[in-house]
């Protein structure tokens, strides 16, 4: 959202006397600078919580009628004005202005329109600050929910692929390069890993973003005889803020929800790069779907992976969204100030991003076409049986500094007679170690060397098979 700034200082006024008068003109005698109006307005990024303004509201008026601060009638009048309110804006008919500032006067303004007098009993025992903290609450909470399922959705994808992929072998590595061999499915189920814990940290952030601001009204708490706790009831808030000058003034759930969408870009940008790697014709271990690839206007040939490249580009704007959130907040001295308006775009950005992303990827995830045999041949290369061997010298009561020692010397030798481990002949091998049996054969293959490693948290196809049924069984459970 950009804004269209007048030049400043232009000097044109708004007829403040005139129509729409802002709610709080009374201890002005001039109208606001047109610049001004601009620069402090909020409205064209802040109608995105309409509805968490207007549930509100509701919650907020049956709370005054409830506790006698508003009669029935009123509270019932006023209700309707709100819910016509929302009916127009979700059909698209609703005028915002800026010169009403933000989503907050201008639906208290339309409804002051709609149903007279009454409507301005609305914002009794109420100030924006908890407001806006209440929307902003309400708003994240959903989100939160949401990008749970798309996390879930995402993980339920990545179990199949790893149950079909649970033998497959492909080259694990560490610092790039060959390490030991690996099976595709234990390397998506790491994955899965990571965004399980994404999930218990939205999950954890959750229980702080569901606090009841209302009441705190503008810093200091209201003089009418309220009732909190009925107001956290309607809205479904676990609890309400314990200090009305925090409860106005902190968005550390909000920076809170940004780490957290931070950290689970940082996941996807992980993905995304082994993704663009292994699409690579140098790779060539998986094949991404037409439907997701795009082409280029001048090399025909191209089939570039335009989608995990654009996940790992835009885990950028998320983690520069995080640090504004931090700045904006540092140094506030309580409560409310101004400043906090800007934490909305950085916050919406981070929501918007994270969403798109995380769908991207389960659109993405089941299209992808394993190449089982390009895997498997640059498992071959590499030495990657090189730590089975000595592991098999170990067992033979070699020290496994020996041990290593010994199979340094033999893949010296194998490299420079350009051969694998398992092409080198017993007698080749017997010249390092006197140790080595024909049995040893049986290790140097790939299939032995993931298969041997069947333990919880290893990579044996067995033990693939077990996690996706414990990934399962997490993702039937709703999740705390
Ligand atoms: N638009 C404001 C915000 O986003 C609402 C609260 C304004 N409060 C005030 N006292 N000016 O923070």
Same mark, same amino acid.
């Given at each position: 959202m950009y804004y269209v700034f007048t030049s400043p200082g232009s000097g044109r006024k708004m007829a403040?006397?005139?129509?729409?008068?802002?709610?709080?003109?009374?201890?002005?005698?001039?109208?606001?600078?047109?610049?001004v109006e601009q620069f402090t307005e909020s409205v064209s990024f802040d109608q995105r919580l309409y509805?968490?303004?207007i549930r509100g509201s509701l919650a907020h008026v049956r709370m005054l009628a409830h506790c006698g601060v508003l009669s029935q009638d009123e509270a019932g009048r006023i209700s309707q004005g709100l819910d016509s309110v929302l009916a127009d804006i979700e059909a698209g008919r609703f005028q915002w202005r800026v010169e009403l500032e933000d989503v907050h006067m201008n639906i208290e303004m339309a409804l002051?329109?709609?149903?007279?007098?009454?409507?301005?009993?609305?914002?009794?025992?109420?100030?924006?600050?908890?407001?806006?903290?209440t929307d902003l609450r309400l708003y994240l909470r959903d989100v939160i929910d949401e990008l749970r399922l798309l996390l879930r959705t995402l993980m339920h994808a990545l179990g199949d692929v790893a149950e079909r992929e649970a033998g497959t072998i492909m080259p694990g590595f560490t610092h790039m390069q060959a390490a030991q061999p690996v099976t595709f499915g234990h390397h998506l189920l790491a994955w899965c890993a &990571?965004?399980?814990?994404?999930?218990?940290?939205?999950? %954890?952030c959750r229980r702080r973003v569901n606090v009841l601001p209302l009441g705190a009204a503008a810093l200091a708490g209201t003089g009418f005889p309220i009732d909190r706790d009925y107001t956290?009831?309607?809205?479904?808030?676990?609890?309400?803020?314990?200090?009305s000058l925090d409860a106005v003034s902190d968005r550390d759930f909000g920076i809170e929800f940004c780490a957290a969408a931070a950290l689970i870009m940082m996941h996807l940008s992980r993905f995304a790069e082994e993704l663009v790697l292994w699409a690579s014709p140098q790779y060539r271990f998986i094949e991404l779907d037409d439907a997701w690839c795009t082409g280029s206007?001048?090399?025909?040939?191209?089939?570039?992976?335009?989608?995990?490249?654009?996940l790992r580009g835009k885990t950028g704007r998320v983690y520069g969204d995080l640090l504004a959130l931090l700045t904006? &907040?540092?140094?506030?001295?309580?409560?409310?100030?101004? %400043?906090?308006q800007e934490d909305k775009p950085a916050l919406f950005d981070a929501v918007d991003t994270v969403r798109g992303c995380l769908r991207a990827c389960c659109g993405m995830i089941p299209g992808i076409q394993v190449q089982r045999d390009a895997m498997l041949a640059a498992a071959a290369r590499g030495y990657g049986t090189a730590t089975?061997?000595?592991?098999?010298?170990?067992?033979?009561n070699v020290a496994f500094r020996d041990a290593h020692a010994i199979v340094g010397r033999i893949v010296q030798f194998a490299i420079g007679a350009g051969r694998d481990l398992s092409a080198l002949t017993l007698d080749e091998m017997r010249k390092f170690s006197d140790r080595i049996d024909a049995d040893v054969f049986a290790r140097l293959t790939l299939e032995g060397s993931v298969t041997t490693r069947d333990h919880v948290g290893g990579t044996a196809p067995r033990q693939v098979r077990l996690a996706v049924e414990r990934l399962r069984d997490y993702l039937r459970n709703a999740g705390g």
């Open positions: 403040s006397k005139q129509s729409p008068v802002k709610p709080w003109a009374g201890r002005f005698s001039e109208g606001t600078d047109q610049f509805r968490q303004d002051v329109e709609r149903i007279g007098e009454v409507g301005k009993k609305l914002h009794t025992a109420r100030s924006r600050n908890d407001q806006v903290a &990571m965004l399980q814990r994404d999930e218990q940290r939205l999950a %954890d956290a009831r309607l809205l479904e808030f676990d609890r309400v803020a314990e200090n206007s001048i090399m025909p040939q191209k089939k570039n992976p335009d989608v995990p490249e654009l904006i &907040m540092k140094a506030q001295p309580l409560a409310y100030n101004r %400043d906090n089975d061997l000595a592991d098999y010298l170990v067992a033979r």
